[in-house]
């Protein structure tokens, strides 16, 4: 139908600046032009950043008390969390099933690309001929893809890239984004926010979801020795992750226990 064929179109953002001339026509675009579409300024990160670190703070990950089992109970936004763990467990059954290849080269197996390939198709893209629904669509509900359609590219982007078989903090800073993205209480007034996850529903999100992504990316990293991009070498302590550094250090804000040295 014609209503499917349109879902099936905007299931995707694709990437439409390929040269100096394009930029340029992007910058004389309408699109450019609208205060709507500016969503991160200097105030408006440090405050995501703020929100994020204030809903784990103090916080044990054994403080989340809800189970896979009974989010189906819960509310909306939890739906997400217990949503988004069981597609990161899928994705990191696609690594059993994609053995790395026999090469000379140690780092940045290609059988990486064949596991990136899976994402993109079956991962990302609707078929409505074998009616398969994509990954963000599982995530968040048919209900809501209107509003969240646009979010595959950001899922997509939270794994690696496919050319260069390598993984950095820019990828789990897409993942950040794509979880940011669902969130109710940041990037006030932007075009893109989908006001499905609550502000009391966070740390879950942090806690629950956010290790189910590493999870993943840790076992592509360790299978397919994927590269570290931008790595600055034995200086720097985060070549793959560096968001667990500062969620991690929210956690530890307030307690009495003193660590051996």
């Keep these: 139908s014609q209503e499917q064929h349109i879902r099936k179109e905007s299931a995707l953002l694709k990437r439409g600046i390929f040269s100096t001339s394009d930029f340029e026509a992007f910058q004389k675009s309408e699109v450019n032009r609208f205060d709507s579409m500016k969503l991160v300024d200097s105030d408006t990160a440090e405050t995501v950043y703020d929100d994020f670190i ?113 993984y950095g903090t820019g990828h789990e800073t897409t993942f950040f984004v794509f979880s940011v993205l669902f969130d109710s209480i940041s990037f006030e007034g932007a075009l893109y926010k989908t006001l499905i996850i609550k502000r009391e529903d966070l740390p879950a999100v942090i806690l629950v979801a956010f290790p189910a992504y590493l999870k993943v990316v840790r076992h592509l990293q360790t299978v397919y020795w994927l590269e570290p991009a931008g790595s600055h ?29």
């Design 233 to 261: 070498g034995v200086w720097c302590l985060d070549d793959y992750q560096l968001l667990p550094f500062l969620f991690g250090s929210a956690q530890l804000i307030g307690w009495k226990e003193k660590f051996v040295q």
């Design 54 to 166: 204030e809903a784990v703070k103090g916080k044990k990950i054994s403080d989340i008390t809800v189970l896979p089992d009974v989010l189906h109970q819960c509310a909306q936004s939890l739906l997400i969390v217990k949503n988004i763990v069981d597609v990161m467990a899928e994705m990191n059954g696609w690594i059993e099933e994609i053995p790395p290849l026999v090469q000379q080269s140690r780092f940045g197996n290609k059988a990486f690309r064949v596991w990136f390939d899976r994402l993109c198709d079956v991962g990302i893209e609707i078929d409505v001929v074998l009616e398969r629904t994509s990954l963000v669509e599982r995530i968040v509900g048919p209900e809501n893809m209107s509003k969240c359609c646009e979010v595959s590219g950001y899922l997509e982007d939270s794994f690696g890239n496919m050319q260069r078989v390598d």
